[in-house]
Antibody, heavy 119, light 108 residues
Framework: QLQLQESGPGLVKPSETLSLTCTVA??????????WGWIRQPPGKGLEWIGS???????YYHPSLKGRVTISMDTSKNQFSLKVASVTAADTAVYYC???????????WGQGALLIVSS | SFVLTQPPSVSVAPGETARITCGGP??????VNWYQQKPGQAPVLVIY???DRPSGIPERFSGSNSGNTATLTISRVEAGDEADYYC???????????FGGGTKLTVL
């Protein structure tokens, strides 16, 4: 059973780069079964998919965030990461890391990490 | 960009059947996933590929997809089903996942 856990700073200043890491247990991020991804939820609002990465290193990003977002993998630590550049208050959200089996949807979720953008 | 339309809220009495819809263009060519999210918790996948249930999801949860509308049906609704529900599809024109705006299910 996969288990995912987000970690990050909690607070980021406007215009800086937000960085989050997801540690995976119970499976390898080199598995061809899963796409590893990030989804966020601003306070009181709905879900927004940010992007995904596959074990080949292929990445997919939401069109509205492309150019500001980078997702990468560290196979030695069984982790994958999210970076969002030039953040504003609109990037304040709970960030979830997920695992999905292709089009079967996001079957595994971390507990979520709240990131606040504020000076 | 692909837009999924859900009703903001649905109310149902315990024991009744709740139907939550998700509308979008050319749905018949897409697979729809559904998520349940209770307050303060991460979402849970309850339906994938329009109508398949992950292990551990009760049979009371079912899904269908016809024409331009997908429907999540919850039979014999319980108080514990009160949550926000989101539909999701893969937009293959620009290779990204799209979520509906969410529907709050209230159990009266």
């Amino acid at each position: 059973q996969l288990q995912l856990q987000e970690s990050g700073p909690g607070l980021v200043k406007p215009s800086e780069t937000l960085s989050l890491t997801c540690t995976v247990a119970g499976g390898s991020i080199r598995s061809s079964l899963y796409y590893w991804g990030w989804i966020r939820q601003p306070p009181g609002k709905g879900l927004e998919w940010i992007g995904s990465i596959y074990e080949t290193g292929t990445t997919y990003y939401h069109p509205s965030l492309k150019g500001r977002v980078t997702i990468s993998m560290d196979t030695s630590k069984n982790q994958f990461s999210l970076k969002v550049a030039s953040v504003t208050a609109a990037d304040t959200a709970v960030y979830y890391c997920t695992a999905s089996e292709a089009a079967q949807g996001h079957g595994y979720w971390g507990q979520g990490a709240l990131l606040i953008v504020s000076s | 960009s692909f837009v999924l339309t859900q009703p903001p809220s649905v109310s149902v009495a315990p024991g009744e059947t709740a139907r939550i819809t998700c509308g979008g263009p050319n749905f018949e060519s897409k697979s729809v996933n559904w998520y349940q999210q209770k307050p303060g918790q991460a979402p849970v996948l309850v339906i994938y590929y329009d109508s398949d249930r992950p292990s551990g999801i009760p049979e009371r949860f079912s899904g269908s997809n016809s024409g331009n509308t997908a429907t999540l049906t919850i039979s014999r609704v319980e108080a514990g089903d009160e949550a926000d529900y989101y539909c999701q599809v893969w937009d293959s024109t620009s290779d990204h996942w799209v979520f509906g705006g969410g529907t709050k299910l209230t159990v009266l």
